[in-house]
Structures are given as structure tokens and as C-alpha cells.
């Protein structure tokens, strides 16, 4: 077997540099000089795949044989933090739920287009998106004639896939009102839980990177943005970056949200900061 022959040896630092560089380039996430011996052993898996024993030349394959993206994808599918739960930061939904969406529900019904448009960006294994449809199916009495679509979009093929099956283990599950429960979720034999597919259907999995300006643009007259905790992972370059692509997808009046401990105040002035209730909430003006 000749991947168990091969001994890869310790990351240099302007080897780690160079695939960082390229990492940053394509995917937008930074990595410190102190994320070395992560990235040394997500790399040591992947050039084991590869049958590569060098991080310099695994570093100019990134750089100059990668034509078709295939490998900065496998890396990325490697390197990506991918911590998630349903319900993950209550209180915040529970501003999104009781203040925004009622507010933007009431200028769509002006124009009686009852269309909504929901985007979960850096969506992970999907337990975000599921739970943002099993909120709007709460909320919204009337859900069913309404043309709702939650599109749910990461770079990380191998999560979008476990976001595809919508199957989940106890920790992705339990912090579930215990009154939505069984309206959303079927308990599934071994101790798994699968999304019903009326929740489910509201979900539009899709792969995109948020560093690709091309597939950025096509997101277009959305009504909420979420993306949480995913910017963190980015320096400011690249956050103004994706923060003002999510400017020009939203429409006027359109709400963004950002992770617990993430501000855009830094980067773009282009939203106004609201208070909903115990929460600040950054939304684009309306016209
Ligand atoms: C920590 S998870 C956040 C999941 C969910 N939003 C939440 O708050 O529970 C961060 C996700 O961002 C994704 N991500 C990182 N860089 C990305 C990029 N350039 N484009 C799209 N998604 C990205 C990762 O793959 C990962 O699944």
C-alpha cells in the first residue's frame, strides 16, 4: 500500500504561508501562523488521498495545477469550521421572529406579491435553515400561500450533503421548542432525527463560495440574509467583501443577520443599526 509508506514532514512556514495565500484568495478565510499544525493535519489527510509527501509541492499544486478548483474544493471541505445546532442562538431568532419578520411581512403584503426570500449563507449541515422554515411555518398562519423559499448555500460539499439528507443526531436536535417538536421533526431508529419533508421542502440546498463574485451576484431581491458565525473566519478585506455583496442582494428594507459576536459597524456604514428589542439588527434602508 503505498499511501502507508509515505511520511509527510513538518510544514514550513513559507510553505504554510504560500497555501494560506491561496486560501485567502479563493475562499476568503484567514488563517494565523498559529493555525499551523491545525492546517499541517488537515493537509497530512488530503496528501495522504494524493500520495504526496511534500507540503512545497502540495503548495504549487494549489498554486499553479489546481485549473479546475477541484483541489482548493477538497481542501476546503477539510478546513472549514463547521460547529452548528438548530435553534442556535435563540434570542436572536426570537428578535427575527417577533419584530422583523412581522415588519417586512406587512410591506410585502402591500404590494400583494407574498413572495418571501430567505438566504442562509455559510449554512453548514442545514440545521439553520431547517430552523428558520420551522419558525416561518409558526409564525405565518397563513405560510401556505405564500411563495416562501429559504435558499441555503455553503462551500463545503460534504456538509451540503448531510444538509441534503436533513437526518440529524440528539446534539443538532435538543434545543428544539419542545412545542415545534413533533410538528417538524420524525424520530428516526438509532437515535437519529430526520426534518418532515413540509418543513423540509421550504429549503433550497445549494454550493457556493462566497469569495466567487460571479455566483455572488446572481443572489438577488432577498428579504433576509442570514449569516452566522461564518465572517469571523474572514479578515476585514474580505468580510467588506461578501457584506457588500449582501448589501446589493437585499431589498430595500431588508434585514442581515450576523453572529452573536460579529459586527459590520467596522466595515460598511451602509446599513442602518436598529434595536428590536434586546437585539441590534443591521438593515438596508428602505427607498
Ligand atoms: C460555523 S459554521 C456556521 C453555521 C451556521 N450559520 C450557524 O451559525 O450555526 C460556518 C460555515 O461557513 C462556511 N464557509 C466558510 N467559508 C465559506 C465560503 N467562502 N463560502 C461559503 N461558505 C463558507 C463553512 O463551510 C461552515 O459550514
Same mark, same amino acid.
Given at each position: 500500500?503505498?499511501?502507508?509508506?509515505?511520511?509527510?514532514? !513538518?510544514?514550513?512556514?513559507?510553505?504554510?504561508?504560500?497555501?494560506?495565500?491561496?486560501?485567502?484568495?479563493?475562499?476568503?478565510?484567514?488563517?494565523?501562523?498559529?493555525?499551523?499544525?491545525?492546517?499541517?493535519?488537515?493537509?497530512?489527510?488530503?496528501?495522504? !488521498?494524493?500520495?504526496? @509527501?511534500?507540503?512545497?509541492?502540495?503548495?504549487?499544486?494549489?498554486?499553479?495545477?489546481?485549473?479546475?478548483?477541484?483541489? %482548493?474544493?477538497?481542501?476546503?471541505?477539510?478546513?472549514?469550521?463547521?460547529?452548528?445546532?438548530? =435553534? +442556535?442562538?435563540?434570542?436572536?431568532?426570537?428578535? /427575527?421572529?417577533?419584530?422583523?419578520?412581522?415588519? &417586512?411581512?406587512?410591506? %410585502?403584503?402591500?404590494?400583494?406579491?407574498?413572495? $418571501? +426570500?430567505?438566504?442562509?449563507?455559510?449554512?453548514?449541515?442545514?440545521?439553520?435553515? *431547517? !430552523?428558520?422554515?420551522?419558525?416561518?411555518?409558526?409564525?405565518?398562519?397563513?405560510? +401556505?400561500?405564500?411563495?416562501?423559499?429559504?435558499?441555503?448555500?455553503?462551500?463545503?460539499? #460534504?456538509?451540503?450533503?448531510?444538509?441534503?439528507?436533513? #437526518?440529524?443526531?440528539?446534539?443538532?436536535?435538543?434545543?428544539?421548542?419542545?412545542?415545534?417538536?413533533?410538528?417538524?421533526?420524525? +424520530?428516526?431508529?438509532?437515535? *437519529?432525527?430526520?426534518?418532515?419533508?413540509?418543513?423540509?421542502? $421550504? &429549503?433550497? %440546498?445549494?454550493?457556493?463560495?462566497?469569495?466567487?463574485?460571479?455566483?455572488?451576484?446572481?443572489?438577488?431581491?432577498?428579504? /433576509? %440574509?442570514?449569516?452566522?458565525?461564518?465572517?469571523?473566519? =474572514?479578515? @476585514?478585506?474580505?468580510?467588506?467583501? &461578501? #457584506?457588500?455583496? /449582501?448589501?446589493?442582494? $437585499?431589498?430595500?428594507?431588508?434585514?442581515?443577520?450576523?453572529?452573536?459576536?460579529?459586527?459590520?459597524?467596522?466595515?460598511?456604514?451602509? =446599513?442602518? $443599526?436598529?434595536? #428590536?428589542?434586546?437585539?441590534? &439588527? *443591521?438593515?438596508?434602508?428602505?427607498?
Amino acid at each position: 500500500m503505498a499511501s502507508a509508506e509515505i511520511t509527510v514532514t !513538518t510544514l514550513a512556514l513559507k510553505d504554510f504561508a504560500a497555501i494560506r495565500d491561496e486560501v485567502y484568495k479563493k475562499l476568503g478565510l484567514y488563517f494565523e501562523d498559529s493555525k499551523v499544525p491545525f492546517i499541517q493535519k488537515r493537509l497530512e489527510k488530503r496528501m495522504e !488521498t494524493l500520495g504526496m @509527501d511534500s507540503f512545497t509541492d502540495y503548495a504549487f499544486l494549489l498554486r499553479f495545477g489546481d485549473k479546475d478548483g477541484r483541489e %482548493i474544493q477538497a481542501l476546503a471541505n477539510l478546513i472549514t469550521t463547521n460547529e452548528t445546532y438548530m =435553534f +442556535r442562538e435563540f434570542e436572536q431568532l426570537q428578535a /427575527f421572529a417577533d419584530h422583523c419578520l412581522p415588519m &417586512v411581512l406587512k410591506s %410585502i403584503e402591500k404590494t400583494r406579491e407574498r413572495r $418571501l +426570500r430567505i438566504w442562509s449563507a455559510g449554512c453548514s449541515s442545514g440545521e439553520e435553515p *431547517y !430552523t428558520l422554515a420551522m419558525i416561518l411555518m409558526e409564525v405565518m398562519h397563513d405560510f +401556505r400561500v405564500w411563495d416562501i423559499k429559504i435558499k441555503a448555500t455553503d462551500v463545503d460539499q #460534504v456538509r451540503l450533503e448531510m444538509a441534503r439528507w436533513a #437526518v440529524y443526531d440528539e446534539r443538532s436536535v435538543r434545543e428544539i421548542p419542545a412545542e415545534y417538536f413533533d410538528r417538524h421533526i420524525t +424520530r428516526l431508529p438509532a437515535g *437519529y432525527y430526520g426534518v418532515k419533508p413540509e418543513t423540509a421542502k $421550504l &429549503v433550497e %440546498i445549494e454550493h457556493l463560495n462566497l469569495s466567487d463574485r460571479l455566483a455572488m451576484r446572481g443572489m438577488r431581491q432577498l428579504d /433576509f %440574509i442570514f449569516c452566522r458565525n461564518v465572517l469571523i473566519y =474572514f479578515d @476585514d478585506a474580505s468580510r467588506k467583501a &461578501v #457584506v457588500d455583496h /449582501f448589501y446589493n442582494a $437585499l431589498k430595500p428594507g431588508g434585514f442581515i443577520f450576523l453572529g452573536h459576536s460579529e459586527s459590520i459597524g467596522r466595515i460598511s456604514t451602509a =446599513f442602518q $443599526l436598529l434595536r #428590536v428589542g434586546q437585539h441590534l &439588527v *443591521y438593515r438596508k434602508e428602505m427607498i
